[in-house]
């Protein structure tokens, strides 16, 4: 866990966040983005550091036996957002559908994932989500699959309707 | 007491170019249209009405820009404090639909460019804090800064807006104003954007900043070239002095600026209609007066010598006179 640690002090927060759900009255916890964006914005080779260790971190979390998955999740959504800081929303969004697999109740995991959709040019997706985002993060906390895939985002975006 | 111009900025009717687009849209942002369409801002982004969208996209046909729609903006009865998020709501108080649903009112955000690759760049990042089923959402800090790129924003302007615009904790025109050394340029003044006069569309590091004034002083003299007019009313309301409260917040006069004194003929007050909690409840009082003064913490508000009224000033209020006097607080 000193890994953990390291992160947390270079980045200056730490990485557990104040969850939202669809019943939560206060607006999401933008932490990660907000801070991410203070210290990072054209600090490439900083940022990338950063990605190695917290993706480092993650192999170790995932392997453990008995995994944290509330805390991994919050390292991915990390992790997501040090992505789109750097402009890779492809790696973002699958930061983004890790946490949500690690973690359902988190809406924030949601909103994290529909503007890298929207910055990666999935504009349906964004509109999918963000019109009935109540609906889909309702769907998906009652939903049977283990992981989400983006075939299942379709699902849940065309069931939400 | 105020006998003269009902309004200081009202909308500019073009001799020359242009006159479709002021025709179903009005001028708020003509010198972004014309910039845009003179290929010398890369994007610039737009509201109208849905039922003039079609015709929207045929002028922008006729001067060479491609336009992308975006969610459309409609009026909300919503009060901002029951709305999940509305304490971040800044400038767009408006509740959102899809586009591709068809409503029947509303305005449709629209990115418009030359360029279709830029186009749809800008709109990835180009989403505003709207309301959508009593939720207000942010998006991603960095897309301000990314946005700005594809708006043609000058990346100084947008590093110090990455550490300002932070509705909560500064006010970013007074952040501005003490980080300006110098002579302050008409060049950068943005209080006028969406306000038919205008060069730039961006809040500016400083109001002698380099680069703006480049951006700003190329834009005039593309517009001068198809619509001198323009150009000469622009100048002259831009250098008019301006008492500012905040962000889309501050009055302009019709008069002079001496120090920390405004003498004045006339005076229009321009608010932000998303940000009503924050209108300033004595502006009658200026308009019966002809003169006020900035004294330490106070505000004075006088006609010739007689005192209307001692308004006990905010620290971020300040005057500012463009190219003429330093500008106090």
Request: charged share 25%; with cysteine; hydrophobic share 35%.
């Amino acid at each position: 866990m000193s890994l953990l640690i390291e992160i947390e002090n270079e980045i200056g927060f730490p990485i557990k966040r104040i969850e939202s759900t669809d019943k939560t009255l206060s607006p999401y916890d933008e932490t990660f983005s907000f801070k991410l964006f203070q210290k990072y914005y054209r600090k490439e080779n900083e940022l990338q550091a950063l990605i190695e260790k917290t993706t480092r971190l993650l192999f170790v979390l995932e392997k453990e036996p008995n995994k944290d998955t509330r805390l991994i999740a919050y390292c991915f959504s990390l992790l997501g957002n040090m992505h789109y800081i750097l402009k890779d929303f492809n790696k973002s969004i699958g930061c983004f559908m890790k946490s949500l697999s690690y973690n359902r109740e988190d809406l924030t995991n949601w909103i994290e994932l529909m503007f890298a959709l929207r910055a990666h040019g999935n504009f349906m997706e964004f509109e999918g989500i963000i019109f009935n985002l109540e609906k889909i993060y309702s769907l998906w906390l009652q939903d049977p699959a283990k992981e989400l895939k983006k075939e299942k985002i379709y699902e849940l975006i065309s069931n939400a309707r | 007491m105020n006998i003269l111009p009902k309004s200081l900025i009202g909308p500019y009717k073009p001799k020359n170019f242009g006159k479709e687009y002021c025709e179903i849209k009005g001028s708020s942002q003509y010198p972004m249209f014309i910039a845009a369409a003179l290929g010398i801002k890369p994007v610039f982004d737009d509201w109208i009405d849905v039922k003039k969208y079609h015709a929207y996209i045929e002028m922008c046909k006729k001067y060479g820009l491609f336009a992308e729609p975006d969610a459309v903006f409609s009026k909300t009865e919503a009060k901002k404090d029951k709305v999940i998020g509305g304490e971040n709501i800044a400038t767009t108080c408006h509740a959102a639909k899809r586009f591709s649903e068809n409503p029947e009112d509303g305005e449709v955000h629209v990115f418009v460019s030359k360029s279709r690759e830029s186009l749809l760049e800008a709109k990835k990042f180009g989403w505003y804090p709207v309301i959508i089923n009593r939720r207000s959402l942010n998006k991603p800090y960095v897309d301000n800064a990314f946005f700005g790129k594809s708006l043609g924003y000058p990346e100084c302007c947008i590093d110090f807006f990455r550490k300002y615009n932070n509705w909560h904790i500064y006010s970013n025109p007074y952040e501005t104003f003490k980080n300006t050394l110098g002579s302050k340029s008409h060049y950068c003044n943005n209080f006028l954007m969406d306000k038919n006069y205008f060069y730039i569309h961006h809040l500016p590091c400083s109001y002698s900043c380099k680069k703006t004034i480049e951006l700003a002083k190329k834009i005039e003299v593309a517009i001068k070239e198809v619509e001198p007019d323009f150009v000469e009313k622009a100048n002259e309301l831009l250098k008019k002095p301006l008492l500012i409260f905040r962000e889309q917040n501050f009055i302009l006069f019709d008069g002079i600026a001496s120090g920390n004194r405004i003498s004045y003929t006339y005076s229009q007050y321009i608010n932000n209609p998303s940000r009503q909690e924050e209108t300033i409840g004595f502006y009658d009082l200026i308009e019966q007066g002809n003169n006020l003064s900035l004294e330490g913490d106070k505000l004075i508000i006088r006609n010739n010598n007689s005192i209307i009224k001692i308004i006990e000033k905010k620290p971020f209020w300040f005057i500012l006179d463009f190219d003429q006097n330093e500008p106090v607080n």
